[in-house]
Structures are given as structure tokens and as C-alpha cells.
């Protein structure tokens, strides 16, 4: 069974640093375009940031010059450094990953981890 588990998130004051990981595990799969998605209290689940297989990388708006989108094949795993952070960047943030498993493509998506910027 291929499923995707996301780590590091954390309590972390304003101006603050955190890295964010998420590894597919599982077998027979490839894993191509991986991304990472986030969910602020009372709002809607917006795009943070994705990346090809291949490198290629799109980061929303407010996430551009602040987070990096980075990803290990070898360990099927996608990460997020995120900079400079605010009070407006706490929420559920959660990855995504297109896997093909045995010929067939799907998106699967982890369980989310927590991040909270306060001081």
C-alpha cells in the first residue's frame, strides 16, 4: 500500500524557519509531480508550491522568494523550507503526489501536519 506522510511541522515564533518533509512509501511506484498544498483556520485549501519529477518548479504567489520546494527521488520525498514566516502562514499543510502504482496514475495525498507561527 503506497501512502504519502508528511513531518516537521511545529510551533515556530514570527520570522521564523521550518522544513517541512514528506516521504512516499509503499513499492512498485513512481512517483511524478509532488506538491504541497495548505489550509488556514476558516479558509479554503490553496496551493503552496509543486515540483516535477524532472525539477521543474511553481510556487503561488505568496510563497515565492519565501519557501523553497525541493524533492530527493532516491527517497521519494518532497520538502518545503519556508522563510521569514507570519502569523498568516499557520495552518494544515499537507502534500500531494501524483504516483504511478503498477500502470495506474493517481494523486494521493498525506495526512497533513500541523504548522503554528506565534509568539
Known amino acids: 500500500q503506497v501512502q504519502l506522510v508528511e513531518s516537521g511541522g511545529a510551533l515556530v515564533q514570527p520570522g521564523g524557519s521550518l522544513r517541512l518533509s514528506c516521504a512516499a512509501s509503499g513499492s512498485n511506484f513512481i512517483a511524478y509531480t509532488m506538491g504541497w498544498y495548505r489550509q488556514a483556520p476558516g479558509k479554503q485549501r490553496e496551493v503552496v508550491a509543486d515540483?516535477?519529477?524532472?525539477?521543474?518548479?511553481d510556487y503561488a504567489n505568496f510563497a515565492k522568494g519565501r519557501f523553497i520546494i525541493s524533492r530527493d527521488n532516491a527517497k521519494n520525498t518532497v520538502y518545503l523550507q519556508k522563510d521569514s514566516l507570519g502569523p498568516e502562514d499557520t495552518g494544515v499543510y499537507s502534500c500531494?503526489?501524483?504516483?504511478?502504482?503498477?500502470?495506474?496514475?493517481?494523486?494521493?495525498w498525506g495526512q497533513g501536519t500541523q504548522v503554528t507561527v506565534s509568539s
Open positions: 500531494n503526489a501524483d504516483l504511478l502504482v503498477v500502470l495506474k496514475l493517481s494523486t494521493y
Open positions: 515540483i516535477t519529477r524532472s525539477g521543474v518548479t
